[in-house]
């Protein structure tokens, strides 16, 4: 048996009032993946203070700022007759706050986005949960790194070279495989405060994967990054692409504001630009890292992700109204 099928399991914790304000269900339990002697979990419990100051310092979160943005984005949503919202929900307001450092009318035209893209790619959105979306974890091409990187970001990996079988995994279950990911960490406040990164390994990529690639996907994927996601992606890090992957890219380089292209960063084979981007003790032995922490598969996520559905259906119950 492999070390990290023998070390790994999954194990529940109960619900506290602290942990059930970020959350839109009545879930009593929550998973996490015990590692050895690390437990892997959804981390909902308030920020330490280290992370407070760089939500201070990045996102001017503070009571005399918070507060009344708090109230004028529960003010603006009241008055919108077509959504749908939790808006009498705090940790739900600062959910889009954050990314908009605290700005109330940023933050409601991100709402107004965030579900508009939801009307409009309907297909990807409808009924998302993860007991739907199995395949693509259990065809291991997704999967988050169990620690965070040298800066609080989480580190979601993406496999889509050698690892990707096209034909028994869509691109179109890569997105959604990846919303869901991600609006698992929305929930949390750390990563809220901090953000996320995501590293794409392209080794292996064949040009029978490059033609998978469409000029509708890449406007999707860019403009669910650049308008619509509430959360601060600090960083698209692309590994080991072969001259092809060029190809891919320039699908997707038109339509980059500068923003987000200033944030790709593309490594090849060169580890150590990789470290000056993700610390070394952050990044697993398959990168040259020392995180000594047994590997999570996909399909292990998908075990603690599944004990979430309900909060899924939850996240799902909210929009515009003509359309739920």
Known sequence: ???????????????????????????SYLP???????LLRFELEEPNEAVREIARRELRETPEVVNPAIEELRRLLEADKELYVPYERDAWLIRFLRPCKYYPESAYDLIKRYYSFKVKHYKHYEGLTPSKEQNVFNQNVLKVLPTRDQLGRRVLVLE??????????????VFKGCVIFLEAAMLEPETQICGAVVIFDMDGLSLQQVWQFTPQFAKRIVDWLQECIPLRIK????????????MVFQLFKPLLQDKLRSRIAFFGHDRELLYKYINQKCLPDKYGGN???????GAEWLE?????DKEFLAINSYGYKKNI
Not at 2 to 12: G, N, R
Not at 13 to 19: F, K, L
Not at 291 to 297: E, F, G, M, R
Not at 304 to 308: D, K, P, S, V
């Open 1 to 27: 048996m492999p070390e990290s099928e023998a070390l790994t399991k999954v194990v529940l914790r109960d619900v506290t009032p602290e942990v059930s304000q970020h959350m839109l269900s009545d879930v």
């Open 291 to 297: 995180l000594n922490i047994p590997d999570v598969s």
């Open 304 to 308: 603690l992700l599944m004990h979430c």
């Open 32 to 38: 996490g993946i015990q590692l050895g002697d690390f």
């Open 235 to 246: 960083g698209l890090y692309i590994l080991n692409q072969p001259f092809i992957f060029n």
């Open 160 to 173: 889509l070279g050698k690892k990707w079988n096209h034909n028994k995994c869509t691109l179109d279950e």
